[in-house]
């Protein structure tokens, strides 16, 4: 008796296995298989740029390597000119993110907490132009900035075009919008208590934004630099098209240059490509937490 009596509990602990399924099957094979869809070209193209195109040439680009290295890494920062399209890019993104930041938490403070007659119409307006495709202002905007005087310390030449504040202008203005809406959406989930106390102590209207709504916005904001940096640094219509001078145009122009008029080295590009892709994933790491955290907002209560 005694021994059936000690078999008992560990018969009890023994769980019955779950059942598994098809529709739970369906779902993990539907990740699965969307996952591997989108690392495969970031896959393929390290595979590449660690091959030798004589590899390539030799064997074709569906075969396994005899050998691999780094040379197109280097081979790329040398031809392409990194250093050089680094900076440029950075003189770019760094003052457009930075101004489209301030400019869209200053509407988006105006439309959220206070009410006015305009309130919604502003909104949509900034809003709408979300949905304005760049391509169609393209012919006035070209006109415009080769006409439109700009002061010398701004502009060596005297006009918008072949300008870097030229370009950040740009980006400003089509990048704007979209942060106006996030911020706004995101701003009136906050108190309106807090604006109102900060007002009826005595704070200026600046001092409410700058010091008590800014901050608890931290979350949207660095959630929309990582945004922005990746979409105007990856920009190269806006550069293509309003400048002439190669050397200073953004990075994009770096894999352009890598390319020949007959014959590409696809390894080559590979290797440029992932290169340029390394200051935003910088800046992904540098603000994954705080992106992750405001990607979420909202998801849950309490």
């Not at 006015?116 to 391509?135: C, D, E, I, K, S």
């Not at 370009?167 to 906050?190: E, P, R």
């Not at 704070?203 to 940096?229: D, G, H, N, Q, Y």
């Amino acid at each position: 008796m005694s021994t059936l009596a000690a078999a008992q509990p560990a018969m009890r602990l023994v769980r019955p296995r779950r059942r598994i399924r098809p529709r739970r099957v369906v779902l993990y094979a539907f990740l699965t298989f969307m996952a591997v869809t989108w690392l495969f070209p970031l896959i393929w193209a390290i595979y590449a740029a660690l091959r030798p195109y004589s590899d390539v040439l030799k064997n074709g680009y569906i075969s396994l390597p005899s050998s691999l290295s780094v040379d197109n890494f280097f081979n790329a920062w040398d031809q392409g000119n990194f250093p050089q399209f680094y900076l440029n890019s950075l003189i770019v993104t760094v003052p457009a993110v930075i101004v489209t930041l301030l400019l869209a938490s200053m509407v988006a403070f105006a439309v959220s907490r206070f009410s006015w007659r305009f309130n919604l119409v502003v909104l949509m307006l900034f809003t709408a132009g979300n949905l304005l495709p760049p391509q169609v202002i393209i012919v006035p905007l070209y006109r415009l900035y080769l006409f439109l005087p700009v002061p010398q310390p701004l502009s060596d030449n005297g006009i918008l075009y072949d300008q870097f504040i030229g370009i950040i202008l740009i980006h400003v203005a089509f990048q704007t919008g979209f942060c106006v809406f996030v911020l706004s959406n995101y701003m009136k989930t906050l108190s309106k208590e807090l604006t109102e106390a900060a007002l009826v102590d005595g704070a200026p209207v600046s001092r409410v934004w700058w010091s008590i709504i800014m901050p608890l916005c931290r979350p949207a904001l660095a959630a929309l630099a990582t945004l922005e940096f990746t979409f105007i640094y990856n920009d190269f219509f806006w550069a293509l098209m309003l400048m002439k001078s190669g050397d200073k145009r953004p990075i994009t122009s770096a894999l352009n240059n890598l390319q020949g008029q007959f014959f590409t080295d696809f390894n080559l590009l590979a290797a440029g490509a992932l290169l340029a892709a390394i200051p935003t994933i910088l800046v992904y790491v540098a603000l994954q937490r705080h992106f992750i955290r405001g990607l979420t907002l909202g998801a849950t209560k309490g």
